[in-house]
Antibody, heavy 118, light 106 residues
Framework: EVQLVESGGGLVQPGRSLKLSCAAS????????MAWVRQAPKKGLEWVAT????????YYPDSVKGRFTISRDNAKSSLYLQMNSLKSEDTATYYC???????????WGQGTLVTVSS | EIVLTQSPTTMAASPGEKVTLTCRAS?????MHWYQQRSGTSPKLWIY???KLASGVPNRFSGSGSGTSYSLTINSMETEDAATYYC?????????FGSGTKLEIK
């Protein structure tokens, strides 16, 4: 059974940093692109980042480019999101997702809430 | 960036009613994916590559479309189908989602 378990969320002040983690199990992690998708409170879904199987390629929307960094450790079956220079508009539940070849998200974690506030 | 516009924003349907949700893209895309999100839970892949049902999705659901216009249809609405449905395009980065259609039961 595919499992994705996020951790690392919490309350952080504007301008500070936070690192999210996602522990994957139930599949061969190194074979899949992985992604982060977020959802602000009572709002829709927003794709945040994607990383290739080896980690050599990463993709971001303009809203987080230069501030967020996605990475992975295939030996540990783990995905990460380093978030710097956080803004109030980054407040959201962050989901770890397994990305399929068709660039859709076949599996999702339960999410971790990040609140950016002073 | 490809912008996805979903309609309606909110709708209510009676049990047994046929329901159609629409997603329009600002540029042509190769296919569309759909997600179901029930209140307080993570999204679930529902339909992928326009018309393929994800595992466990009842066959009263179907998807269709091409180019810039796509739709999700429920042949006969059931109580458990009440949720928010999002479309998403994977044709090009940045990957984008529609703003969602909230489907309620009458």
């Amino acid at each position: 059974e595919v499992q994705l378990v996020e951790s690392g969320g919490g309350l952080v002040q504007p301008g500070r940093s936070l690192k999210l983690s996602c522990a994957a199990s139930g599949f061969t992690f190194s074979n899949y692109y992985m992604a982060w998708v977020r959802q602000a409170p009572k709002k829709g879904l927003e794709w945040v980042a994607t990383i290739s199987t080896s980690g050599s390629r990463t993709y971001y929307p303009d809203s987080v480019k230069g501030r967020f960094t996605i990475s992975r450790d295939n030996a540990k079956s783990s995905l990460y999101l380093q978030m710097n220079s956080l803004k109030s508009e980054d407040t959201a539940t962050y989901y770890c997702a397994r990305q399929a070849y068709y660039r859709g998200f076949a599996y999702w974690g339960q999410g971790t809430l990040v609140t950016v506030s002073s | 960036e490809i912008v996805l516009t979903q309609s309606p924003t909110t709708m209510a349907a009676s049990p047994g009613e046929k329901v159609t949700l629409t997603c329009r893209a600002s540029s042509s895309v190769s296919y569309m994916h759909w997600y179901q999100q029930r209140s307080g839970t993570s999204p679930k892949l529902w339909i992928y590559e326009t018309s393929k049902l994800a595992s466990g999705v009842p066959n009263r659901f179907s998807g269709s479309g091409s180019g810039t216009s796509y739709s999700l249809t429920i042949n006969s609405m059931e109580t458990e189908d009440a949720a928010t449905y999002y479309c998403q395009q994977g044709s090009s980065y940045p990957l984008t989602f529609g703003s969602g259609t909230k489907l309620e039961i009458k």
